[in-house]
């Protein structure tokens, strides 16, 4: 069955950006990450989280935002094979109601509004895979609103941001959430949650 996922990483004080929509503290504590730990606490070996997250996803879905960043911090548009080695040949939709630049060669497909069509052709598409909703939290918001997201899964920076672009701006109660996995990677704590609808 494919789930509809949300995967990212958030500030302790459940941030995705800072208020200048700046991901220079996620890079910074993933750095400083292994030198963070102080304790003898168990860990998960490091592994590669992502990768392993990443070979169960058969479509993704960004907003405009998101995706340009990713243009001008990675800039895919002039190394798409950058695009391509993070997310091989998966099929992305990214949100947008502005004209944005293909990456060239890539599947993507640029659409406005109707989440709910869009979503069936990336469940058509992903072929029993999982979809990826990549960010940011507004477009999962959409998702969440229409009763189409199955699973949060939030990689907690040590760090506390005290302003920026929250993680999922809407209302989840425990009635909608249950806590499926927690786990430790360096300074990283991990929780997985499913959610339910009414």
């Given at each position: ?15 995705i ?13 993933d ?23 990443f070979?169960?996803?058969?479509a993704?879905?960004l ?14 548009a002039?190394?798409p ?41 990336m ?5 029993g895979?999982?979809i ?20 949060i ?46």
């Amino acid at each position: 069955m494919t789930l509809t996922q949300y995967f990212t990483a958030t500030s302790i004080d459940g941030y995705i950006a800072d208020e200048h929509n700046s991901l220079d503290w996620l890079f910074e504590a993933d750095g400083s990450s292994e030198e963070a730990r102080s304790d003898g606490a168990a860990e998960e070996p490091a592994g590669d989280r992502f990768a392993d997250f990443f070979a169960g996803v058969g479509a993704m879905a960004l907003g405009a935002t998101t995706y340009e960043w990713m243009l001008e911090h990675e800039q895919m548009a002039a190394h798409p094979e950058k695009w391509q080695r993070y997310y091989g040949d998966t099929p992305v939709w990214v949100f947008t109601h502005r004209e944005l630049i293909p990456v060239p060669g890539i599947p993507l497909r640029f659409v406005a509004d109707d989440v709910v069509g869009t979503h069936a052709a990336m469940v058509e598409a992903a072929a029993g895979r999982n979809i990826w909703l990549v960010g940011g939290g507004g477009l999962v918001g959409e998702f969440a609103d229409l009763g189409l997201l199955d699973e949060i899964i939030l990689g907690v920076a040590p760090v506390l941001l005290g302003a920026g672009a929250p993680v999922l701006p809407r209302r989840l109660t425990s009635r909608s959430l249950t806590l499926t996995e927690l786990s430790r990677d360096n300074g990283f704590a991990y929780l997985r949650y499913r959610v339910h609808h009414d």
